[in-house]
């Protein structure tokens, strides 16, 4: 009886957390170094903070319900390819934490958690810009690579073919993204512990 009390509790977080992050995709924020289809969204802190409270299990089915939502919501433009890269993209950054800090639930296992986290983001991000979502990008708009190489060099002269596209565009936006999400996790989780570890 407890389990299932437990199991039904932990649905029930899973359900509220992903309709939150679900909810925080759809305010998304224009930033200055990169082009306007880069926007900075807060949904990985409801994520983030199911993983801490629930694990990486529960933080990956929270993940993919929020990009469910969001396809739902706003549909897409990419077959699906952009939302697949979106699912692994969040994984890769709220899987390391959640598996730290499940092993010592500190401050200090939530900091390197973050860290180990953002690393993850960064590289994974990167590579999925470059080998997948941008090739896939330029298919669907039918335009070719140099065409979001141009936008991304009309923001930043450093920027003049993929590589330092990804290397100024991609990864400084991934970089925000987790210094963000983890700085607001990290404000926000030990306010909410009690209620959402128990």
Same mark, same amino acid.
Request: hydrophobic share 60%.
């Given at each position: 009886?407890? +389990? +299932? ?10 359900? /509220?957390?992903?309709? $939150? ?6 305010? @998304? ?6 082009? %306007?289809? #880069?926007?900075?969204?807060?949904? @990985? ?6 993983? /801490?409270?629930? =694990?990486?299990? *529960?933080?990956? &089915?929270? @993940?993919?319900?929020?990009?469910? /939502?969001? &396809? ?30 499940? +092993?010592? +639930?500190?401050?200090? *296992? ?13 590289? !994974? =991000?990167?590579?999925? %810009? ?5 090739? $896939? #990008? ?10 979001? !190489? ?5 923001? %930043?002269?450093?920027? !003049? ?18 210094? $963000? !999400?983890?700085?607001?996790?990290? /404000? ?6 009690? *209620?959402? @570890?128990?």
């Amino acid at each position: 009886m407890g +389990k +299932k009390k437990l199991s039904v509790r932990t649905l029930t977080k899973i359900a /509220l957390l992903s309709a $939150v992050a679900g909810v925080l995709m759809l305010f @998304e924020i224009p930033l200055w170094f990169a082009p %306007n289809f #880069y926007q900075l969204d807060l949904s @990985e802190l409801a994520v983030m903070i199911g993983a /801490l409270s629930m =694990g990486p299990v *529960a933080a990956m &089915f929270i @993940e993919l319900i929020k990009i469910l /939502l969001n &396809f739902v919501l706003n549909g897409t433009i990419t077959g699906g390819v952009g939302e697949a890269a979106n699912f692994i993209i969040g994984c890769s950054f709220v899987l390391p934490a959640a598996w730290l800090y499940q +092993k010592k +639930k500190d401050k200090k *296992a939530m900091l390197l958690g973050f860290g180990a986290g953002i690393i993850c983001l960064i590289l !994974v =991000g990167a590579l999925a %810009n470059y080998f997948v979502l941008l090739p $896939v #990008y330029a298919a669907v708009f039918g335009q070719p690579l140099e065409f979001f !190489v141009a936008m991304g060099q009309a923001l %930043n002269p450093l920027i !003049v073919d993929l590589p330092t596209f990804t290397l100024y565009a991609v990864v400084p936006f991934n970089l925000l993204k987790g210094l $963000v !999400v983890s700085l607001l996790t990290f /404000l926000i989780y030990p306010k909410l512990k009690s *209620a959402v @570890e128990n």
